[in-house]
Protein backbone atom coordinates (compact mmCIF):
# COMPACT_ATOMS: atom_id res chain seq x y z
CA UNK A 1 0.00 0.00 0.00
CA UNK A 2 1.05 3.48 -0.77
CA UNK A 3 2.05 5.64 2.03
CA UNK A 4 -0.72 7.85 3.07
CA UNK A 5 0.83 11.34 3.58
CA UNK A 6 -2.58 13.41 3.83
CA UNK A 7 -4.14 11.27 7.26
CA UNK A 8 -7.35 9.86 7.24
CA UNK A 9 -11.14 10.45 6.25
CA UNK A 10 -11.10 11.69 9.80
CA UNK A 11 -8.76 14.05 9.72
CA UNK A 12 -10.74 15.38 6.61
CA UNK A 13 -13.63 15.68 8.19
CA UNK A 14 -12.25 17.42 11.41
CA UNK A 15 -10.90 20.42 9.33
CA UNK A 16 -12.95 23.47 10.15
CA UNK A 17 -13.19 23.95 6.32
CA UNK A 18 -15.42 21.30 6.04
CA UNK A 19 -17.51 22.30 9.33
CA UNK A 20 -20.18 21.57 7.36
CA UNK A 21 -19.25 18.48 5.46
CA UNK A 22 -16.99 17.72 2.32
CA UNK A 23 -17.96 19.53 -0.63
CA UNK A 24 -20.12 17.26 -3.42
CA UNK A 25 -17.28 16.30 -5.72
CA UNK A 26 -14.95 15.41 -2.68
CA UNK A 27 -17.93 13.03 -1.11
CA UNK A 28 -18.49 11.55 -4.27
CA UNK A 29 -14.72 10.67 -4.73
CA UNK A 30 -15.15 9.09 -1.12
CA UNK A 31 -17.63 7.24 -2.04
CA UNK A 32 -16.18 5.73 -5.18
CA UNK A 33 -12.73 4.65 -3.24
CA UNK A 34 -14.86 3.24 -0.21
CA UNK A 35 -17.30 1.32 -2.48
CA UNK A 36 -14.64 -0.03 -4.69
CA UNK A 37 -12.83 -1.35 -1.51
CA UNK A 38 -15.70 -2.87 -0.36
CA UNK A 39 -16.38 -4.45 -3.37
CA UNK A 40 -12.84 -5.72 -4.25
CA UNK A 41 -12.89 -6.89 -0.16
CA UNK A 42 -16.35 -9.14 -1.40
CA UNK A 43 -14.96 -10.37 -4.22
CA UNK A 44 -12.03 -12.30 -2.38
CA UNK A 45 -14.43 -13.55 0.55
CA UNK A 46 -13.39 -10.53 3.29
CA UNK A 47 -15.72 -8.09 5.48
CA UNK A 48 -13.74 -6.01 6.98
CA UNK A 49 -16.00 -5.00 10.48
CA UNK A 50 -14.36 -1.59 11.39
CA UNK A 51 -15.30 0.75 8.19
CA UNK A 52 -15.08 4.17 9.59
CA UNK A 53 -13.48 7.32 8.53
CA UNK A 54 -10.38 6.96 11.19
CA UNK A 55 -9.88 3.82 9.27
CA UNK A 56 -10.17 5.41 5.89
CA UNK A 57 -6.81 7.17 4.67
CA UNK A 58 -6.62 10.02 2.12
CA UNK A 59 -3.33 10.38 -0.28
CA UNK A 60 -2.99 12.17 -3.12
CA UNK A 61 -2.96 11.05 -6.99
CA UNK A 62 -0.74 12.29 -9.33
CA UNK A 63 -3.21 14.47 -10.62
CA UNK A 64 -3.41 16.45 -7.80
CA UNK A 65 -7.24 13.86 -7.32
CA UNK A 66 -7.30 12.77 -3.73
CA UNK A 67 -7.95 8.87 -3.50
CA UNK A 68 -8.92 6.93 -0.83
CA UNK A 69 -8.23 3.96 0.59
CA UNK A 70 -9.40 1.40 3.34
CA UNK A 71 -7.06 0.40 5.92
CA UNK A 72 -6.81 -1.35 9.58
CA UNK A 73 -7.54 -4.95 9.10
CA UNK A 74 -7.29 -6.33 12.19
CA UNK A 75 -11.06 -6.73 12.73
CA UNK A 76 -11.97 -8.56 8.84
CA UNK A 77 -12.69 -12.05 8.61
CA UNK A 78 -12.97 -14.32 5.76
CA UNK A 79 -16.79 -15.95 4.82
CA UNK A 80 -17.49 -18.70 2.74
CA UNK A 81 -20.05 -18.07 0.41
CA UNK A 82 -22.70 -20.54 2.28
CA UNK A 83 -21.07 -18.98 5.77
CA UNK A 84 -24.11 -17.12 8.09
CA UNK A 85 -22.45 -13.97 9.38
CA UNK A 86 -23.96 -13.52 12.97
CA UNK A 87 -21.28 -11.90 14.97
CA UNK A 88 -21.44 -8.04 15.29
CA UNK A 89 -18.29 -6.35 15.96
CA UNK A 90 -16.61 -2.94 14.96
CA UNK A 91 -16.40 0.32 16.57
CA UNK A 92 -19.60 1.15 18.77
CA UNK A 93 -20.03 4.42 17.69
CA UNK A 94 -20.36 3.11 14.19
CA UNK A 95 -22.47 0.70 14.52
CA UNK A 96 -25.38 0.41 12.65
CA UNK A 97 -28.61 1.02 15.10
CA UNK A 98 -29.18 -3.35 14.78
CA UNK A 99 -25.86 -3.62 15.34
CA UNK A 100 -25.73 -1.66 18.73
CA UNK A 101 -29.05 -3.00 20.11
CA UNK A 102 -27.81 -6.62 20.10
CA UNK A 103 -24.17 -5.95 21.04
CA UNK A 104 -25.25 -3.70 23.86
CA UNK A 105 -28.03 -4.77 25.35
CA UNK A 106 -28.29 -8.53 23.85
CA UNK A 107 -31.83 -8.35 23.60
CA UNK A 108 -32.03 -9.24 19.84
CA UNK A 109 -34.24 -11.89 20.18
CA UNK A 110 -36.47 -10.06 22.21
CA UNK A 111 -36.97 -7.17 19.15
CA UNK A 112 -37.37 -10.11 16.44
CA UNK A 113 -40.85 -11.28 19.16
CA UNK A 114 -41.50 -7.17 19.39
CA UNK A 115 -41.38 -6.58 15.91
CA UNK A 116 -43.90 -10.16 15.23
CA UNK A 117 -46.18 -8.63 17.54
CA UNK A 118 -46.35 -5.47 16.41
CA UNK A 119 -46.96 -6.31 12.60
CA UNK A 120 -49.64 -9.12 13.57
CA UNK A 121 -51.17 -5.72 15.46
CA UNK A 122 -51.21 -3.68 12.65
CA UNK A 123 -52.35 -6.51 10.41
CA UNK A 124 -55.43 -7.04 12.99
CA UNK A 125 -56.24 -3.40 12.60
CA UNK A 126 -56.40 -3.03 9.10
Known sequence: ???????????????????????ES?????????????????????VHRDIKPGNIMRLMGEDGQSIYKLTDFGA???LDDDEKFVSVYGTEEYLSAVGAVHQTLRIAQALRRCREL???GLHWVM
Open 26 to 46: EFLIVLQCVVAGMNHLRENGV
Open 76 to 78: ARE
Open 1 to 23: MEYCSSGSLLNVLEDPANAFGLA
Open 118 to 120: LAR
